[in-house]
């Protein structure tokens, strides 16, 4: 590609960037970071600029955590190049310098010298922060505000109270929220994508992510009706729909519906545009990458269901809590599903693919859990040394082999492994469960600590059934019945609804759209 391009024509780029969309305004909203750079200095005001070169950057974020390119004809747009170097985890691209950029330059748009009352540059600012977990506090405020400034009525204000939702929604994740905090966040969420809904009723974002936030509210007849009205909304072209559907089916014990639909949305998926390894024009993981993802659910939903029923026992050996024994139905459909979900994975690593949701550590990580459940250890000991090969500073990369040493009951061993994967994530709710468990089994003076961490885990996320389950047997080995009773009818109510996947562990849609 020979030069710079050239500026867009004056006519152009001197409307105002108050565009409902925010990717509307300016020759449908598909200019690059290069494209406003080029521009001559008196081109548009400081104001207009922030704005449209925070949502740029946005753009090629999204791209870069998706793995397509920002325009599919240009390959040099894509975040192969090297530019964007976009992983999985808790937030959507933790080492993009785009996202970072976007942030920064939207914080100057609507700074007091500048346009503190621009509506669409509040909400690009709360839909940016809705990108990393630990910005979702700042979202917040920043969705309020939109929301206060927004018209009554009308489209800009469902975008305005959609982002707001979003925001509370992850905040009501975050690990220093209070229960009764989270609780009464997560009702907040609600109401505001309800209402978002209310001002914009064919959305399928805002009905996806609606239906999410019921979900965690295990609000699932009413999850599942909007989760029904978003696939028809949307055509079925997200993956995050189809992950939801799947899951609320799991909560219902439905889980050969919850198979089949991971399988319907791959189809889906496929047909809705993306081809081998690209991504839709309104953004979204598709391709390969979505059809990894669903393989990887459908191998924990064929799990569950040989599992279903099944609570972890005392210490290490419950399946359900360490998985190294007892469930072996369904071990072999979601071994080959995962197998599936690595070739799929690997394919979009020989086209030189970045990004996405699924990594490669990830696949072998459920393979070695799956392979436990199963008693294969042999097996699960080779899984968990690509692991360790490939990410060895992941927390869930320790966590596994955690769960390995006590499969092979090395008590002392599994207990560091579980110590070094809380020191990379002290948050790490998995970790802290299968932590928790193995004190147990050591009883004695480590009862105290297996309770200190297993409060930690249900404080986080109410609906863990089997942390209730093991924190009941850690209170009646430390004599407290009454105490032990509430945690059993605790597990019990949780394990009514409990999905193949929690819940919190899928982000919502809007942050992954090119806005």
Request: charged share 20%; net charge negative; proline share 4%.
């Amino acid at each position: 590609m020979g030069g710079p391009p050239a500026p867009p024509a004056a006519s152009a780029v001197s409307a105002p960037a108050d565009g409902l969309g925010l990717g509307a305004e300016i020759n449908g909203g598909a200019e690059s970071v290069a494209d406003l750079l080029a521009l001559p200095p008196d081109a548009l005001p400081r104001s207009d600029l922030f704005f449209r070169l925070a949502r740029a950057h946005f753009r090629a974020a999204v791209s870069a955590s998706a793995g397509y390119p920002l325009n599919p004809a240009d390959p040099a747009s894509s975040p192969a190049g090297g530019a964007n170097d976009a992983g999985g985890g808790g937030d959507l691209n933790d080492n993009s310098s785009d996202e970072a950029l976007a942030f920064d330059v939207v914080r100057n748009a609507i700074q007091p010298s500048e346009r503190p009352d621009h509506v669409p540059s509040l909400i690009l600012a709360s839909v940016i922060c809705a990108r990393r977990d630990t910005w979702s506090e700042e979202g917040v405020r920043y969705g309020e505000r939109a929301v206060e400034l927004a018209a009554s009525s009308g489209p800009q204000r469902a975008k305005a109270l959609h982002a707001l939702g979003v925001n509370l929604l992850l905040l009501s994740r975050n690990h220093y929220v209070s229960a009764a905090r989270r609780e009464l966040t997560l009702k907040r969420a609600v109401e505001s994508l309800s209402q978002a809904l209310e001002e914009d009723a064919s959305s399928a974002a805002v009905m996806v992510d609606l239906a999410l936030a019921l979900a965690e509210q295990r609000h699932v007849s009413e999850a599942l009706k909007v989760a029904k009205s978003a696939l028809k909304a949307g055509g079925g072209q997200w993956l995050l729909t189809w992950q939801i559907l799947a899951l609320l089916l799991t909560c219902q014990q439905r889980f050969k519906d919850a198979e089949d639909m991971c399988r319907v949305g791959e189809a889906a998926i496929k047909k809705a545009g993306g081809g081998a390894g690209g991504g839709g024009a309104d953004g979204g993981e598709r391709g390969e990458g979505a059809r990894a993802a669903l393989l990887v659910l459908r191998a924990k939903v064929q799990l569950a269901s040989g599992g279903a029923g099944e609570e972890g026992g005392e210490g290490e050996g419950g399946a359900g809590v360490d998985g190294s024994g007892g469930v072996t139905v369904g071990v072999g459909d979601a071994v080959e599903s995962l197998k599936q979900a690595m070739a799929a994975v690997q394919s979009r690593q020989k086209r030189g693919e970045v990004g996405g949701s699924v990594t490669e550590a990830a696949v072998w990580q459920s393979l070695a859990e799956a392979y436990l459940v199963g008693g294969r250890a042999v097996d699960a000991d080779l899984c968990v040394a690509k692991c360790q090969t490939l990410d060895p500073y992941a927390a869930d990369t320790w966590m596994v082999a955690g769960m390995l040493d006590g499969a092979k009951g090395r008590p002392q061993e599994a207990l560091a492994c579980y110590r070094s994967a809380l020191a990379i994530d002290q948050w790490h709710a998995a970790s802290k469960a299968r932590l928790g468990a193995l004190l147990l089994q050591m009883g004695g003076e480590w009862l105290h600590m297996a309770e200190v961490h297993l409060r930690e885990v249900v404080s986080g996320d109410g609906f863990d059934a089997r942390a209730w389950h093991v924190l009941g047997l850690v209170e009646r080995g430390s004599g407290d019945v009454g105490a032990a009773a509430e945690c059993f009818r605790r597990a019990m109510e949780a394990e009514e609804t409990a999905p193949a996947v929690p819940f919190n562990t899928l982000r919502p849609i809007l942050p992954q759209l090119l806005l």
